[in-house]
């Protein structure tokens, strides 16, 4: 088994990034959960506990398989849903939450409309994936193939699962999405909203991709200041 210590920053991550998405309104309770590679494990949240009380010792560290190898808590009953999201080429972190709007969208719409060209960060389009029970293979089976190439999707009755490289990443697309569909909401409760054309949406993916390939050329190379 590997040293706690090794993986103490990822374990501490989730539980600040855990009590974030309780403050922001995404998830109550004990609802939703979260995930993050650190190394060759998937650090988790555990099922059950308070996000508040939450210690990194409560974070449970799995392998690839879900073999649980470190904490003292249960993992997530989601555990399937964050190792299935983990597999993804380029995936670091999973956010998984219970986020009202996008809830309440899922009951009306089959994905989510381009209200604004924030839907770029996602790939161009969000779609709801059909409802299964929570912790099943249906839900995970559901959730991918609604998910794609897309790095989010609202699952229909349940919330959202949004992927990214970090968790900073991953946890801004979460309430990137939740913004969205609360748009979305408040306009369709007065009218019928406008929506970007499929050219707008194109380019705003273009610039999305331009402004990437700056950031990209001005980040640091590792280990320089």
């Known amino acids: 088994m590997p040293a706690d210590t090794d993986h103490d920053a990822a374990r501490e991550a989730l539980c600040r990034w855990s009590r974030r998405m309780v403050r922001d309104g995404l998830v109550v309770g004990t609802s939703g959960n979260l995930s993050v590679r650190t190394g060759d494990l998937i650090a988790v949240t555990p099922s059950g506990v308070d996000y508040e009380t939450m210690t990194p010792d409560d974070v449970v ?23 299935a999201a983990q597999t993804r080429a380029g995936t670091g972190a999973v956010v998984h939450t219970h986020s009202p709007a996008a ?3 899922s009951l009306l719409r089959r994905d989510v409309p381009p209200v604004h060209y924030q839907i770029a960060m996602f790939g161009g389009s969000v779609q709801v994936a059909d409802y299964a029970p929570f912790g099943s293979d249906e839900l995970v089976e559901n959730a991918m193939a609604a998910l794609g190439v897309g790095t989010g999707v609202v699952l229909a009755h349940h919330g959202t699962l949004v992927v990214g490289h970090t968790l900073a990443e991953a946890y801004d697309g979460a309430r990137q999405l939740e913004w969205l569909c609360d748009v979305w909401l408040r306009a369709r409760a007065v009218g019928e909203p406008r929506l970007l054309s499929a050219a707008e949406v194109s380019e705003a993916l273009r610039r999305f991709a331009v402004q990437a390939r700056k950031v990209r050329a001005t980040a640091p190379t590792p280990g320089t200041r």
């Open 61 to 83: 560290l799995v392998t690839g398989d879900g073999a649980v190898v470190a904490g003292s808590r249960e993992p997530t009953s989601e555990l399937p849903l964050h190792l």
């Open 103 to 105: 809830v309440a969208l």
